[in-house]
């Protein structure tokens, strides 16, 4: 392995997803000064791991070389994902008006099926 090939694989699969716990813990510590629950915190979880699961497959699929685990975790955005979203929408739905970060939370909830139909059409559309 290249000196390249591991600062790639160690930027993906170690740098993205610590960055990513960095920024639910300051926005956890935010959450809770403006009186959120555990269960919003554990929405929120699911938030970014769903949307920092979509970061990562992208950055393999372009940087990385594919494989089973990419394969996986690409299966479980497009099938299993989009499911447990809809209770977390809900839910998100009706506390939406408590603070910004409920608000946007709700808002990133949403966004998830656009943006997963927006994301297939391109990729069926592109020339390949």
Known sequence: MTPYEILVALTIHVFVPL?????YALVCRKAVQDGA???FL???FFLFFVYGGWVVVILTSIFWVWSGMASL???FLLFAAPLLLVP???HLYKIRRRSRIH???FLASIAYYPLLACSLGVVFLLPQ
């Open 103 to 105: 608000l946007r939370a």
């Open 42 to 44: 554990g929405e929120l």
């Open 37 to 39: 629950s555990r269960v």
């Open 88 to 90: 977390v929408a809900i």
């Open 73 to 75: 975790g690409t299966f």
């Open 19 to 23: 960055a990513g716990i960095t920024l």
